[in-house]
């Protein structure tokens, strides 16, 4: 450059810097004359602003800071005015300004937002090259390094701030300790637990004063990484060195142990503990009662309760409902509450954890009027409802069939913010699937993937349960290979799913097949899948096949449960091999499963479900013992229990539904029957004449109702002709009441006229005369599908296989009959979903009608839900192929034999009874047993 061309360039930049510090001058006087806000500066300065007038402004000493920082926030926010912010060496300026008035927290928000700002984003080197030559004063510069340091690890730029603790450590400035600790907890924040143990490694190579609280910090976050022992060891280092545990720290390695199942680990950290004379707080405690109830029971953790409560130390909130949560598990729900109520008397808030506690123990008990009542009242409190506290009513009521409160909880659920997730889609399938709603079950599942919820395995095991029951194993097995492509990996109880299926359907090759498949895949068989398959090869006939299969069930150490028993036991029955079943009985007891109804009875051939007529006498004696559990000593008493059941000599008989199934059927025999239990519709029309001496009316050609009694027979349902009707398939029924079938009877039947010639006229009344052909069926299905009530008159007998119709139907029943006796009472209370009426009242003109109309909506639309439970009750069916399975566990044949079994103690105590009257005196014939 020519001597010119310099003079020239420096004399601008001369005439530049004196025109900028021109313009800062006149400023600062604005500034230091200005006392309101907004600045007065003249705008004609404003827009001659630049870096390097703002820097001049800033760094005047005769400027009071708070002036400054006024200025200084007037161009940061307004650059509409200004050609340009402040830059980064403006910010340090002010900051540095703001240290020296002792205005930290301003200063903070400043340096804050310039880490933040991507556009002052500097490496450090420049940032600690401008703040010393910016500021000479030492302590000054370290608490702005300290201050940067704090400002950095709030950010997350840990590398920023590592720079900056070196940067430190090497112009030997002191560092605090607080800062340090700022540092390990954001790093803890972000998981990132190394950095935290390398830093910290770091802080004692340093010498920076190590506390109980920063080691206690980077001890958890070695204990969260599994690093116990090393975490463990860091202690003992430091505890020579001077630095105490307290019991936090001490806190830390019990949890840590804990979740390791380390228990020797557990009671090293509580000696040690006591040898320091450390006490016990109540997070101890709660560690402690957690540590024991899951490794020791529940009893060990009651222990742990008390001793807390001796040593002086309060309970708080997250111990009692623990303990709550605790009974609850249990089934104490009465302690549970007792402890519910102790915590309110103590003055201790409940949150919503323990509510979730109480109402997850009353669900579980099957009480959901009781979850209702703790819902109420814990929003009467203030507490909100939670996801789980709906995901767990909603369990509740899947588990006891109530699926349409559940849906109705999950539409609320919906309209609070909660979207149901992939646990509430696959909870609600399951109990539709439960209840046989195959078709709502998919429905819910194909809608949980609209919604964009991606399916689990278990919504995925589900979905090919419903497909099996079905029968639709091409769909089963379709779903099964979707999921596989969709990285969903199967488990067992999902193969368990399909191979049941096939099981069900006689498909053994494929069932088989899946299994070697489960096999291969490095899953296990289990209990249900050998069940499954020895279900099977019985219904398939190849009960040597099946005694294979639960021979090698035992040689791999898998307990056959009570259904696989009964599988095999209902096979071998069916077979006639009565003395294997006999012996697969007493093994059954030997090993610790309890037989149920099934099983026991599937010994005996009782029609369709495998009586055997071939069994021998001795295999009938030996039966009874252990049915009756009784040691009979002597033949006098086996014979006097055989002719209890039937004839001395022949095989123990019941007569069941499919040999009387009228009450006025097989009266010719009635001397021979009437000590046997009897298995009849009701106990009306025990008075037929035979009809060929219907012109004798001698006693002697009746059945008398003193031959049947209460004590020993017992009532059944008659089969149901029509279909079932579940809740969410009912409609609209306009109709108030409906009747079909014959107007003329006699006897108890005589009813029929008399209501027909009162009801024949009355509005939304229809009274059908029919028979139970297929026109008849179609016409009951319509009618009763569509009224409200559904008329039940005694006819030849109290009760008629209409009550039973009109149940499938949720047709609610309207049983006019004075002298009814109905199945399963004790069992199942009626009047939850029927209306009794006299048979005086009845036939009182224009009463029936006007009563029936005086039903709310609501007491008929719960009816018709307590109908809906009770339905599977009266099902014999079992849904199987032929019906050669297992019985449904809440169907009609099991609540038959466990009548039975209720009448065994009474038949018992009325042949007691009977044996020890004097010689010549009668017993009345109502208890003749025997």
């Known amino acids: 450059m020519s001597n010119q061309g310099f003079y020239r360039t420096a004399k601008q930049v001369f005439s530049s810097t004196k025109s900028n510090e021109h313009t800062a001058n006149l400023i600062a006087e604005s500034l230091i004359n200005s006392t309101t806000r907004p600045l007065q500066i003249a705008e004609s300065l404003i827009s001659k602003v630049n870096p390097c007038i703002?820097?001049?402004?800033?760094s005047n000493p005769r400027i009071p800071s708070s002036?400054?920082?006024?200025?200084?926030?007037?161009?940061?926010?307004?650059?509409?005015?200004?050609?340009?912010?402040?830059?980064?060496?403006?910010h340090i300026v002010i900051i540095l300004r703001l240290f020296g008035a002792r205005k930290f927290a301003e200063a903070k928000?400043?340096?804050?937002?310039?880490?933040?700002?991507?556009?002052?984003?500097?490496p450090f080197s420049e940032v600690a090259s401008l703040v010393?030559?910016?500021?000479?004063?030492?302590?000054?510069?370290?608490?702005?390094?300290?201050?940067?340091?704090?400002?950095?690890?709030?950010?997350?730029?840990?590398?920023?701030?590592?720079?900056v603790f070196e940067y430190m450590v090497n112009n030997k400035f002191e560092i605090d300790e607080r800062s340090c600790m700022v540092y390990l907890v954001a790093l803890k924040k972000c998981n990132r637990f190394g950095s935290l143990y390398d830093f910290f490694q770091k802080m004692v190579e340093c010498n920076v004063m190590i506390t109980v609280y920063s080691m206690t910090l980077v001890m958890d976050g070695l204990c969260k990484r599994k690093e116990v022992e090393t975490a463990r060891k860091l202690m003992h280092d430091l505890v020579g060195k001077g630095v105490k545990p307290n019991t936090y720290t001490f806190n830390t390695l019990i949890d840590a142990y804990v979740k390791k199942s380390n228990h020797e680990g557990v009671k090293d950290i509580l000696a040690t503990m006591e040898k320091a004379g450390v006490n016990f707080n109540v997070a101890?405690?709660?560690?402690?009662i957690n540590w024991q109830a899951k490794y020791f029971g529940i009893e060990n953790a009651v222990k742990v309760f008390k001793e807390m409560s001796e040593k002086g130390v309060e309970a708080d909130v997250h111990v009692?409902?623990?303990?709550?949560?605790?009974?609850?598990k249990k089934g104490d729900i009465k302690t549970a509450f007792a402890l519910f109520d102790e915590l309110?008397?103590?003055?201790?808030?409940?949150?919503?954890?323990?509510?979730?506690?109480?109402?997850?123990?009353?669900?579980k008990m099957g009480n959901m009027d009781a979850a209702k009542v703790l819902l109420i009242e814990m929003q009467s409190k203030g507490i909100n409802l939670n996801r789980v506290i709906f995901n767990t009513l909603m369990d509740g009521y899947c588990k006891q069939g109530m699926i349409d409160e559940a849906l109705k909880l999950q539409a609320i659920m919906e309209k609070k913010g909660f979207d149901p997730d992939v646990y509430v889609y696959t909870m609600i399938a399951n109990c539709l699937c439960k209840l046989n709603r195959h078709e709502e079950a998919k429905k819910e599942l194909f809608s949980m993937v609209e919604k964009g919820v991606a399916?689990?395995?278990?919504?995925?095991?589900?979905?090919?349960?419903?497909?099996?029951?079905?029968?639709?194993?091409?769909?089963?097995?379709?779903?099964?290979?979707?999921?596989?492509?969709?990285?969903?990996?199967?488990?067992?109880?999902?193969?368990?799913?399909?191979?049941?299926?096939?099981?069900?359907?006689?498909?053994?090759?494929?069932?088989?097949?899946?299994?070697?498949?489960?096999?291969?895949?490095?899953?296990?068989p289990d209990s249900y899948t050998y069940t499954s398959l020895v279900q099977g090869e019985c219904i398939a006939g190849d009960i040597d096949e099946a005694l294979k299969l639960f021979q090698e069930m035992q040689m791999k150490n898998i307990n056959p449960d009570v259904i696989t028993y009964t599988a095999l036991i209902s096979g071998l029955s069916k077979e006639g091999r009565s003395e294997e079943a006999f012996e697969l009985y007493d093994e059954m007891k030997e090993a610790g499963v309890t037989p149920d109804d099934t099983a026991a009875f599937d010994l005996i051939d009782i029609g369709r479900w495998h009586v055997s007529y071939a069994m021998a006498w001795r295999e009938s004696i030996t039966f009874l013992q252990k049915l009756l559990r009784i040691k009979l000593r002597q033949r006098r008493e086996v014979l006097g229990y055989c002719k209890l059941l039937g004839q001395k000599n022949h095989t123990p008989t019941f007569y069941s539904q499919s040999e009387v199934h009228h009450p006025v059927a097989m009266w010719h025999v009635k001397d021979e029957i009437a000590p046997a239990i009897l298995l009849v519709v009701d106990f009306g029309g025990w008075y037929r004449l035979d009809t060929k001496t219907s012109n004798d009316s001698s006693s002697d050609s009746m059945i008398h109702h003193t031959q049947v009694s209460l004590l020993k027979d017992v009532i059944v349902p008659y089969t149901h002709l029509l279909p079932r009707l579940h809740l969410s398939e009912n409609r609209k029924r306009p109709t108030v009441l409906y009747f079909k079938g014959a107007k003329h009877r006699h006897r108890g039947g005589l009813i029929h006229e008399k209501l027909w010639d009162l009801l024949i006229d009355e509005l939304r009344v229809i009274m059908e005369e029919g028979f139970p052909n297929a026109t008849g069926k179609e016409q009951s299905i319509k009618g009763m599908r569509s009224s409200q009530f559904c008329l039940h008159p005694a006819g030849d007998t109290p009760t008629s296989c209409r009550l039973f119709d009109a149940v499938r139907s949720l047709c609610i029943p309207v049983i006019v009959s004075d002298n009814v006796e109905l199945p399963f009472e004790g069992m199942v209370d009626y009047s939850e979903f029927s209306v009794f009426v006299a048979v005086s009242d009845a036939l009182k003109p224009d009463w029936l009608v006007s009563h029936l109309r005086s039903y709310s909506r609501e007491q008929k639309d719960r009816f018709r839900r307590n109908m809906a439970t009770v339905q599977p009750v009266f099902q014999y069916d079992n849904g199987h192929p032929g019906g050669v399975c297992l019985i449904p566990p809440g169907g009609a044949v099991n609540h038959i034999w466990r009548k039975v079994h209720q009448k065994l103690p009474l038949i018992r105590e009325a042949i007691t009874r009977e044996r020890r009257k004097p010689q010549g005196v009668l017993v009345p014939l109502r208890r003749h047993c025997i």
């Open 54 to 58: 703002t820097h001049h402004v800033l």
């Open 67 to 90: 002036s400054c920082l006024r200025f200084f926030e007037f161009l940061r926010t307004n650059q509409s005015i200004t050609p340009q912010k402040p830059d980064l060496e403006s």
């Open 109 to 122: 928000n400043i340096l804050s937002a310039a880490v933040a700002d991507e556009n002052l984003r500097s």
């Open 132 to 163: 010393s030559e910016s500021c000479a004063e030492p302590t000054v510069k370290i608490k702005f390094f300290d201050m940067l340091f704090r400002v950095y690890a709030d950010n997350g730029q840990f590398d920023e701030g590592l720079e």
């Open 284 to 288: 101890t405690y709660t560690l402690r």
């Open 320 to 328: 009692y409902t623990l303990m709550i949560s605790l009974y609850c």
């Open 344 to 363: 309110v008397e103590k003055g201790v808030e409940p949150n919503a954890h323990t509510y979730n506690s109480l109402i997850y123990g009353v669900c």
């Open 455 to 524: 399916p689990n395995v278990y919504s995925y095991t589900t979905l090919i349960d419903i497909y099996s029951k079905e029968g639709n194993l091409v769909e089963a097995t379709r779903t099964l290979h979707e999921m596989e492509k969709n990285g969903e990996k199967p488990s067992v109880v999902t193969y368990n799913a399909l191979i049941h299926g096939y099981c069900r359907n006689g498909r053994m090759k494929e069932a088989n097949e899946l299994r070697r498949k489960l096999e291969v895949k490095g899953l296990l």
